[in-house]
Each structure stands twice: as structure tokens, then as C-alpha cells.
């Protein structure tokens, strides 16, 4: 006579590797805990909890009770995307789970998987804590801030904190700032401006830290977002996450707008990036890729020289509008990249005595800063 289950769970398979893709990003590879190869299911009055954790950040999927049928409300730790791998070509609209005494059995039409189940009590759950304030965001504005952000960020031991994290912070205008810096303060950076209503507070997020949030927002139209105790909570209809965070250490790129503008040019975008893809394909093995921009008469020039290959290449473009004279050298990797996330058919370029700036024509939710290169030093 066969051991009788002491607990069950039947849900639609689909579901089920909703699930586990969600919780995916917040079970660690090759973990120093074993444990937290695994995911926690804690029954609720309402709905069942399913929690993950790397032992920093965490994340719980609230999954109403309506959906699934289990009969027996307690804790289960078990490897949730060993089983999600298992099932996800299966043909069976829904799974039964089948949990007698250490094993998971799932059983379906065409054979059948026995696992071992953890402790429910060795798994370290730290629910997470919704802040009193949760502040609407655009999800798919919050999203491209964050991937502008860390599209700069270069790891670099001489200027350690700012450089490799992003930062967050309100302002007055209904936006909160999304923003990073490679190396140096006015080096090159980037801040995008993403819809979020009432918030209030500014953080830095560490680069190691940052895709778990991305993967959280991605495909989500809207979120909400707050702080609490120091970590950044982002919240969907079914999910909730933590995110560490550090102090705020971004540089007040704000400063740049004190500075005395020198010239303003317009270019198409499309005409614009061709010439930069064309000039980028000659840049193979420098590192040091000056731009040299310069103006003549209604025609903008754009040059390059890489000495290490003998390469010479030279683009002109006529602009849309242009007031002053330019004649400056900038990082073409850093123009290229500014490029990237600027969503307008035209791209403006101001011109500061130490900084150029680079955003839509008239639009500053997103600009992209990159410092004058001084060839005499």
C-alpha cells in the first residue's frame, strides 16, 4: 500500500512558469547557500505567497487562492525551477504537485518526476515590507531610464560608487531623474526622466543590483515604486520586490545647466547615427576614438584618424539649425551611445565650455552628457 500525500496542489501549468520566470532572476547561481536554490510557497487566507531570495534582494508572487486548489495550508521549500523546466513542453493544461513526506512527486500524462523538498523552516524568508507610499510609475519610461543608465556605467576603481551605480531622485515636475556616470563627475553621463506621481527620496542602486530590478519592471506598463529602510520596493498586480540600495552618491550633473551656452546645432537623427555607425567601423583596436566636429560654413564635418591601422575618415552633414561655431573633439563611443536613447527625429547638441549636451530637439526628459576632449593635454 502506497504513502498517501499529505499535501497537493494542482494549478494550470502556464501559471506555473509565470511564476518561476518572475522568481528566476532572484534564485542565485552556484549560491553559498544551498537553500536558496529553492523557492518558499506560504499559504495565506487569500492567496499563496511564493518567495525567493539571493540573501539581499527578495521578491514574493502573490498568487489568489482562486486559482489553484490546495487543500493543505502550510510551508514548502522546493526546487521551483528545476520543476518549471521540467514542465514547460509538457501538453497537460494543469500540473498536480504532490508532496509526500520529503519528495515532490508530479505526475502527468506522459510519465512522472520525483524531487527532494527542503525545510521549510531553514529557508531565510524576510517578508517584504510595502512602504506606507507607493508612487505610480510609467514602467516603460522607468525601464529605459534604467537601461540608459547602466548602458555608461563602466566599472572603474578610480572613481568607485558614482561610476558604478545608478542613481534615482525626485524632482519637482512630477518625473524622478534616472541617472549614472562614467568616471569622472562631467566625464559622461546620462539622465532620462521617467513618469512616477508623488515621489519622494533619491537612491544609488549598484550596478550588481540593477538588472534584477530591469528584469522586475520589463513589459510592465505601470509599477509602483517606494523606500523603505534603505531598499527601493517596486510592486506589479501580482508581485512585489526589494532591491538594495546604497546612499546617494550621484554627481550634481545639475551644474552643467549653470554653464554658458556657446553654439546649438540640430541634426537629423537618422542622418545623424548613419554617419557615426560609418565612422565606429573604423575604430577597431584604439582606445583613445577623438571626434573631431567641426563646422564650415552651413555643413557640419565630422573626423577621425586611427593611427594604429592608417585609417582616415571623414563624414559631413548638413544640420537642421544651427547658431555659433563649433570646433570641438569629443569620445565618439560616448556620442554613439548618447545616440542610442534618444527617441526623436531630431537630436539638438549644446555646446558648454567644458561639456557638450545631447537630447531631443526642445525635450529635455532625456540628455546625455559628454566632455571636451583637449588634444594639447
Known amino acids: 500500500m502506497g504513502t498517501k500525500p499529505n499535501r497537493s496542489m494542482r494549478i494550470e501549468r502556464h501559471r506555473l512558469l509565470v511564476i518561476a520566470e518572475t522568481l528566476r532572476p532572484f534564485v542565485p547561481k552556484n549560491p ?166 508623488d515621489f519622494e527620496g533619491s537612491i544609488s542602486i549598484h550596478q550588481a543590483q540593477v538588472s534584477k530590478l530591469m528584469n522586475f519592471i520589463n513589459r510592465k506598463p505601470s509599477i509602483q515604486i517606494g523606500i523603505h529602510n534603505g531598499n527601493i520596493i517596486a ?11 546604497g546612499t546617494y552618491t550621484a554627481p550634481p550633473y545639475e551644474k552643467i545647466k549653470d554653464q554658458i551656452v556657446k553654439s546649438t546645432v540640430i541634426f537629423n537623427k537618422d542622418e545623424l547615427s548613419s554617419r557615426i555607425d560609418r565612422l565606429s567601423a573604423s575604430i577597431r583596436g584604439i582606445e583613445k576614438n577623438y571626434l573631431v566636429i567641426k563646422s564650415n560654413e552651413n555643413c557640419i564635418n565630422f573626423a577621425l584618424n586611427n593611427y594604429t591601422y592608417g585609417i582616415s575618415a571623414s563624414e559631413n552633414l548638413d544640420p537642421v539649425e544651427i547658431t555659433g561655431e563649433l570646433d570641438i573633439v569629443l569620445d565618439l563611443t ?36 559628454t566632455g571636451l576632449i583637449n588634444l594639447m593635454k
Open 235 to 245: 510592486k506589479d498586480s501580482n508581485s512585489i520586490v526589494s532591491i538594495v540600495t
Open 334 to 369: 560616448q556620442v554613439s551611445k548618447s545616440i542610442k536613447f534618444i527617441e526623436s527625429d531630431q537630436i539638438q547638441l549644446v555646446v558648454f565650455p567644458t561639456a557638450v549636451k545631447f537630447s531631443s530637439a526642445g525635450n529635455d526628459n532625456a540628455f546625455f552628457v
Open 32 to 197: 553559498l547557500f544551498p537553500i536558496l536554490d529553492n523557492v518558499l510557497m506560504v499559504p495565506k487566507d487569500d492567496f499563496i505567497v511564493f518567495a525567493a531570495t539571493d540573501n539581499q534582494n527578495s521578491i514574493e508572487y502573490l498568487l489568489p487562492i482562486t486559482e489553484i486548489e490546495i487543500p493543505n495550508k502550510s510551508s514548502v521549500c522546493f526546487d521551483m525551477l528545476l520543476v518549471a523546466d521540467y514542465i514547460k513542453n509538457l501538453k497537460d493544461e494543469f500540473i498536480e504537485l504532490f508532496f509526500v513526506g520529503k519528495n515532490l512527486s508530479i505526475s502527468h500524462s506522459e510519465g512522472s518526476i520525483d524531487i527532494v523538498i527542503q525545510s521549510a523552516s531553514e529557508f531565510p524568508y524576510k517578508e517584504v515590507v510595502e512602504p506606507e507610499k507607493l508612487s505610480d510609475a510609467n514602467g516603460s519610461e522607468f525601464l529605459t531610464g534604467i537601461k540608459a543608465a547602466s548602458n555608461i556605467i563602466k566599472i572603474n576603481r578610480e572613481f568607485p560608487m558614482p561610476s558604478d551605480s545608478i542613481h534615482i531622485k525626485s524632482n519637482e515636475s512630477g518625473y524622478v531623474d534616472i541617472f549614472s556616470s562614467e568616471g569622472a563627475a562631467y566625464r559622461f553621463f546620462s539622465v532620462v526622466k521617467a513618469s512616477v506621481t
